[in-house]
């Protein structure tokens, strides 16, 4: 019944740009805390950024600060993940995650992959 679907990924060189979007349904969007993560094969998956459920509070991780925004827009059950000034190293698969309380949910994952 809960379905979290990303999309937006793609293939971009160094320095561009990318914006994901990750399309909730099946929940009460506005309950839930949403945030990012990616995972390189080889790698933990790790949190990228998150955002409360009004958008009060974000957070991000050292690695995108300052590049990467987290945004959401409850009216349409989006949360979005604009990307700038991408690196090499932010290639992975971006996954979208929704937590309200013992409720948590993921997204099956969206490929963004930086390469000159």
């Known amino acids: 019944q809960v379905q979290l679907v990303e999309s937006g990924g793609g293939v971009v060189q160094p320095g561009g740009s990318l914006r994901l979007s990750c399309a909730a349904s099946?929940?009460?969007?506005?309950?839930?805390?949403m945030s990012w993560y990616r995972q390189t094969p080889g790698k933990e998956r790790e949190l990228v950024a998150s955002?409360?459920?009004?958008?009060?509070?974000?957070h991000y991780a050292d690695s995108v600060k300052g590049r990467f925004t987290i945004s959401r827009d409850n009216a349409k059950n989006l949360v979005s993940l604009q990307m700038n000034s991408l690196k090499p190293e932010d290639t992975a698969v971006y996954y979208c995650k929704a937590v309200h309380f013992q409720n948590k949910y993921w997204g099956q994952g969206t490929q963004v992959t930086v390469s000159s």
């Open positions: 099946g929940l009460t969007f506005g309950d839930y805390s």
């Open positions: 955002i409360s459920p009004a958008s009060s509070t974000t």
